[in-house]
């Protein structure tokens, strides 16, 4: 993987031998003027949508209702988009994209174009709107979502109209696909400056206009302490935006968000046990080892930030339950169901698991020794018993 730049002036050079002017636009021109490293380039052309197939036969388009296609070039992913040249000015195209700072480009021979003056918004760490703030709110409302998110990553203010465009009443998110919400929001949770973008994010009621909102009542009273740029997981981050969007509800609505399941069912859980456990959960050792240190730590980091006491002697006795467990799961024990069944054969099936807990039990509260010997002959002397 090069660097991204001269994949970038490749890929425009490959586009001119075409005969087609492409340009360097969005968050790879921004991030260099910022000094940040580029993620993904987008490229926008002069053309029909056709001719990204034509030129590029392997790209993906991702929804069939957006021209919009992926290429992977260079060990980069390029995002593609087109506009007609006779139908369209360069300028209109950037008229059109959300914030001066995205609206800039760069043509082939390096030479910067930025009619809506979006460098020197980066100068003044401004998020603005190219043009009229409120058509372009109502154009797409996902862009209300891109302003926090841009405030969360690089810790800007809202310029003044834009701000209050974002606030407006009756542009709300109810018919905006819910994976690009997921997006903008994960971005949000991801950035450096999470807690502010959030708070913003209340305070500008964009919240309530959600497409499941609750609209909460009951408004979380402590939410500033910790700070979410403290924790370590996104899971924690996704928990925590739940409950600010449906308050005690939150359980219920995190099945309905496009989130990857895996990651999803963990904030479903995380959700689960400090809605059960709103005084904090009592840790001990079975409810560390059945949790697992990790998740027992993403529970209890959500719940102080819910109850607003912070207190590290919580997480302390959590990691020295953790420390001083026998073993860490079942699979951690000297002895397995086929070490049972091979001493015992003709015990029932069930039993197998039966004495399993047992051993299980007795272990981890360190009344026996995880010992091969030791645990067999335990089976032994409870079957006798049993018998
Ligand atoms: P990232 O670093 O996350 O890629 P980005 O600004 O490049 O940030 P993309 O989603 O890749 O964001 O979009 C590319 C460009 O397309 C943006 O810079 C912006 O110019 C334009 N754009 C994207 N979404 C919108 C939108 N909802 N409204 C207007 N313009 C948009
Ligand atoms: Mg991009």
Same mark, same amino acid.
């Given at each position: ?61 991702p929804?069939?209702?957006?021209p ?6 260079h ?13 369209e ?6 008229e ?23 460098? *020197? ?5 401004? /998020? !603005? #709107?190219?043009?009229?703030p409120?058509?372009r $709110? ?8 891109r ?10 203010s809202?310029?003044e109209?834009t701000?209050?465009?974002?606030c ?8 905006t ?13 991801e ?15 964009v919240?309530?206009?959600?497409p ?7 408004i ?8 979410l ?9 996704w ?9 005690e509800q939150?359980?219920?609505f995190?099945? *309905? ?5 895996? /990651? !999803? #069912?963990?904030i479903?859980?995380?959700?689960? $046990? ?7 959960v ?6 560390v080892?059945q949790?697992?240190?990790r ?14 006491v912070q ?8 990691l ?50 995880n ?6 002959s335990?089976v ?8």
């Amino acid at each position: 993987k090069g660097s991204a730049w001269s994949a970038a002036l490749e890929t425009l050079e490959f586009l001119e031998k075409n005969k087609v002017k492409g340009y360097v636009i969005g968050g790879a021109v921004r991030d260099t003027i910022l000094s940040r490293e580029i993620e993904d380039i987008d490229i926008v052309l002069e053309g029909a949508p056709d001719i990204v197939w034509s030129l590029f036969p392997h790209a993906v388009q991702p929804s069939s209702s957006f021209p919009v296609f992926i290429v992977p070039r260079h060990g980069y992913v390029f995002e593609i988009t087109t506009f007609h040249p006779d139908k369209e000015s360069l300028q209109m195209n950037l008229e059109h994209r959300d914030f001066t700072m995205n609206a800039m480009t760069v043509e082939i021979s390096g030479n910067l174009i930025d009619p809506y003056g979006g460098q *020197s918004d980066i100068n003044r760490r401004l /998020i !603005r #709107s190219v043009s009229s703030p409120l058509q372009r $709110m109502k154009e797409d409302p996902l862009r209300k979502l891109r302003a926090f998110r841009f405030v969360s990553e690089f810790n800007f203010s809202l310029e003044e109209s834009t701000w209050q465009a974002v606030c407006a009443d009756g542009i709300g998110l109810q018919d905006t696909a819910k994976e690009r919400i997921q997006r903008e929001i994960e971005k949000i949770l991801e950035g450096k400056a999470c807690s502010r973008a959030l708070e913003l994010l209340l305070a500008s009621g964009v919240i309530s206009d959600f497409p499941d909102s609750i609209k909460p009542e009951y408004i979380l009273t402590n939410q500033k302490s910790p700070e979410l740029e403290d924790f370590s997981t996104i899971e924690e981050k996704w928990a925590v935006f739940f409950f600010l969007l449906y308050s005690e509800q939150a359980c219920c609505f995190v099945n *309905s968000w496009p989130i990857k399941k895996r /990651i !999803r #069912s963990r904030i479903h859980y995380i959700i689960k $046990m400090c809605t059960a456990n709103p005084g904090g959960v009592n840790w001990d050792t079975e409810m560390v080892y059945q949790n697992g240190w990790r998740t027992a730590i993403q529970i209890e980091t959500v719940s102080q930030w819910l109850t607003g006491v912070q207190d590290n002697k919580r997480l302390e006795h959590i990691l020295n339950l953790a420390q001083s467990l026998p073993i860490v799961s079942r699979d951690d024990l000297q002895v397995d169901g086929r070490d049972i069944v091979r001493q015992h054969p003709c015990l029932p099936g069930r039993w197998i698991g039966y004495l399993l807990d047992y051993l299980e039990e007795e272990v981890l509260y360190g009344r026996t020794a995880n010992k091969r010997d030791e645990l067999l002959s335990l089976v032994k002397e409870k079957l006798s018993h049993e018998r």
